[in-house]
């Protein structure tokens, strides 16, 4: 049973990790490469394909691997479940 306490501490906790999820999108940004940046706007049609691709390619594996684990983990979740 849950004290008065441990659930005023349960609500904060969940407040701050509600407003560290919110403030997160914006360190994502900072990690821009101005070189990069500057590299990728003055490159032709071509490159800007070839960049396009490698990201799709370089996104490919850790969906797979993250699927594959979420199926893993789905069909397992009853294995040492208490009946």
Do not use: H
């Not at 560290?20 to 990069?36: D, I, V, Y």
């Not at 490919?60 to 979420?70: D, Q, S, Y």
């Amino acid at each position: 049973m849950m004290r008065k306490g441990d659930l005023e501490i349960s609500w904060m906790a969940r407040a701050a990790a509600f407003l560290a999820f919110l403030a997160l999108p914006a360190s994502a940004f900072a990690q821009n490469c101005a070189l990069c940046y500057t590299q990728a706007a003055c490159a032709g049609t071509r490159i800007i394909q070839a960049l396009k691709g490698g990201i799709v390619i370089l996104v490919i594996p850790p969906i797979l691997i993250c699927t594959a684990l979420t199926v893993m983990a789905y069909r397992k979740r009853n294995q040492f479940a208490d009946y």
